[in-house]
């Protein structure tokens, strides 16, 4: 059974930093294809960041791009995202997800229906 276990969230100020976790029990973590969510109150979920197995290749919001730096540990099954120059704009729950196994998200990486796995979230606060 596949899970993904997000930590690191937290209550910071705005300009702050904060390091988010994911520890996945994915037998196959190294040919995943991995990504980061937000979802803020009455808001739909959205992309963050992506990392590709093939080619660890990375992708990123324009919303966060230059302040967010998305990772992998293949041998510690982690994935991380690095959140710098944290703004209120930037609360939110965040989930990280993966692919199955193998599978190419190709210029899809930014859809929710990409992925088939999810963690339970971690809340991210910032104060102004």
């Known amino acids: 059974q596949v899970q993904l276990v997000e930590s690191g969230g937290g209550l910071v100020q705005a300009g702050g930093s904060l390091r988010l976790s994911c520890a996945a029990s994915i037998r196959t973590f190294s040919t995943t294809d991995m990504g980061w969510f937000r979802q803020a109150p009455g808001k739909a979920r959205e992309f963050v960041a992506a990392i590709k197995w093939r080619d660890d290749n990375t992708y990123y919001a324009d919303s966060v791009k230059g302040r967010f730096a998305i990772s992998r540990d293949n041998a510690k099954n982690t994935l991380f995202l690095q959140m710098n120059s944290l703004a209120p704009e930037d609360t939110a729950i965040y989930y990280c997800?993966?692919?199955?196994?193998?599978?190419?998200?190709?210029?899809?990486?930014?859809?929710?229906?990409?992925?088939?796995?999810w963690g339970q979230g971690t809340q991210v606060t910032v104060s102004s």
């Open positions: 997800a993966g692919t199955r196994e193998g599978y190419n998200s190709g210029n899809y990486y930014y859809a929710p229906s990409t992925y088939d796995y």
